[in-house]
C-alpha cells in the first residue's frame, strides 16, 4: 500500500501538463486502474484481512484523487499566468499613424452647430438624459392624458412595485434642458442644447437614440422675426449656400404658441438631393414663441419677458449634409463606416477656419 502511495503521488507531483495527470489518474484510479483492481480482490479476502483492506484502500484513492485535483488547479493557474506574461501589452504607446480612429458624424456636426450658434451668442447648455416626467412633459405644458404624450413612444424607467412617485423617462426630446435652464439662470438667455434623445422607434430613418439640438433665446422684446433670422444665418452657414431660403409653415407644439415648422429650399436632381437650391422644400425642425405657461414653469414671469424656441435632428442635418442614406448605420459601430464618413480629428470646425473638409 505504502509503495502504491509513493509511486502515484510522486508522479502526480512530476506531471508536466493535463494529459500526463489524465494518464496517471486512469492508471491509479481509472476503471481497469491499479487501485481499482486491488479493490476487486477485496472479495477473495477473509473478513479480517477485508476489514484492515478496505477502509486502507479507500482512504488511499481519495488521496490520489485529492492529489490530482490540486494538481489541475495548480497547472491550469501556471497556464493563466503563462498567457498573461505572453498577452501583456503597453497601452501608452503612441497610436499607429493610418490606424488612427476619425469623428463621428454627430460629433462633427455637434461641433458645427455649436460653433455657428456660438458665434450669435448662444451658450451651450446640458441636461440628463434620464429625467422626470414633469421636466420632459409637464413642464412643458404637456399634461398627463395630452396625446402628446402617447405619440412620443417613450421609454419609461421601471419602477419597484408600490413606489408611487412619478415616473421618469428617457427623455424623448431636448426641450426639457430649457426649463431646467430657466430655473437655473433666469432671463434673459440664449443657450443651444445638443444631446441624446431616445424614442422606441426603429426604421431607416428612425433609432431608439438619435440626438437634438435645442434652440432657446428669451429676452424682453423677441420676436418671430429674431427667430428667422437666426435659422436663416444658421442654415446659411451649415449648408455652406448664401441666401438660402425658409418657409414657415403654421403648425403646432404645446410649448410654443405660435408654432411653425420650418422648410429649406431644395431640389432632386436625377434623384439626387441638393439643398439651398430649386423649388422644393425639405422639413428640418420645430420652432416657435415660447408658450407662457413654460416661462412660468421655468420660474421665468412670461408679462415681462417673451422668446423664441426650436429643435432640430442633429442626425438628420449630418445625413442631409454629407449625403448619408441609412440612419441605422450611425450607431451600428461597423468600422468600414466610420472611416469613410468619420473626420479627422485635427479638423476642428471653426467659422473661420471652415466648417467642413
Ligand atoms: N421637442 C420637439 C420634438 O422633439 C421639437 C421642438 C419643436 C422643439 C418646437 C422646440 C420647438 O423647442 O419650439 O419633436
Not at 140 to 147: D, E, G, Q, R, S
Not at 332 to 343: A, E, I, K, P
Request: aromatic share 8%.
Amino acid at each position: 500500500m505504502d509503495d502504491l502511495r509513493d509511486k502515484y503521488i510522486t508522479a502526480i507531483a512530476d506531471a508536466a501538463d493535463e494529459a500526463a495527470l489524465e494518464d496517471i489518474r486512469v492508471q491509479a484510479v481509472g476503471k481497469k486502474g491499479e487501485i481499482s483492481l486491488k479493490m476487486r480482490e477485496l472479495g477473495k479476502m477473509s473478513a479480517e484481512e477485508r476489514q484492515t483492506a478496505g477502509p486502507a484502500l479507500n482512504a488511499l484513492k481519495d488521496e490520489i484523487n485529492s492529489a490530482i485535483a490540486a494538481k489541475r488547479a495548480a497547472l491550469a493557474d501556471a497556464a493563466l499566468d503563462e498567457r498573461l506574461r505572453g498577452e501583456w501589452l503597453d497601452v501608452t504607446l503612441p497610436a499607429r499613424h493610418r490606424r488612427r480612429g476619425t469623428v463621428h458624424p454627430v460629433s462633427q456636426v455637434t461641433e458645427e452647430v455649436t460653433a455657428i450658434f456660438a458665434d450669435m451668442g448662444f451658450a451651450v447648455a446640458e441636461g440628463p438624459r434620464i429625467d422626470t416626467d414633469w421636466y420632459n412633459f409637464d413642464a412643458l405644458n404637456i399634461p398627463t392624458h395630452h396625446p402628446a404624450r402617447a405619440e412620443m413612444d417613450t421609454f419609461y424607467m421601471h419602477r419597484a412595485e408600490g413606489d408611487d412617485r412619478p415616473p421618469h423617462v428617457l427623455r424623448t426630446h431636448t426641450s426639457p434642458v430649457q426649463i431646467r435652464t430657466m430655473e437655473a439662470r433666469g432671463a434673459p438667455l440664449r443657450i443651444i442644447c445638443p444631446g441624446g434623445v431616445y424614442r422606441a422607434d426603429y426604421d431607416q430613418t428612425h433609432t431608439p437614440m438619435f440626438h437634438q439640438v435645442e434652440g432657446l433665446a428669451i429676452d424682453r422684446d423677441i420676436s418671430m422675426a429674431n427667430l428667422k433670422w437666426v435659422l436663416e444665418e444658421f442654415f446659411a452657414a451649415f449648408f455652406e449656400v448664401d441666401g438660402i431660403k425658409t418657409r414657415f409653415r403654421a403648425s403646432h407644439f404645446p410649448f410654443t404658441e405660435p408654432s411653425a415648422e420650418v422648410d429649406i429650399q431644395c431640389s432632386w436632381v436625377n434623384g439626387q438631393l441638393r439643398i439651398g437650391e430649386g423649388d422644393d422644400w425639405m422639413e428640418v425642425l420645430g420652432s416657435g414663441m415660447v408658450h407662457p405657461k413654460v416661462l412660468a414653469a421655468g420660474g421665468i414671469d412670461p408679462d415681462e419677458w417673451q422668446g423664441f424656441a426650436f429643435g432640430i435632428g442633429i442626425d438628420r442635418l449630418a445625413m442631409l449634409k454629407y449625403g448619408i442614406p441609412d440612419l441605422r448605420a450611425f450607431f451600428d459601430s461597423d468600422l468600414r463606416w466610420l472611416r469613410h464618413y468619420g473626420f479627422s480629428a485635427l479638423d476642428v470646425p471653426t467659422l473661420h477656419g471652415g466648417l467642413s473638409r
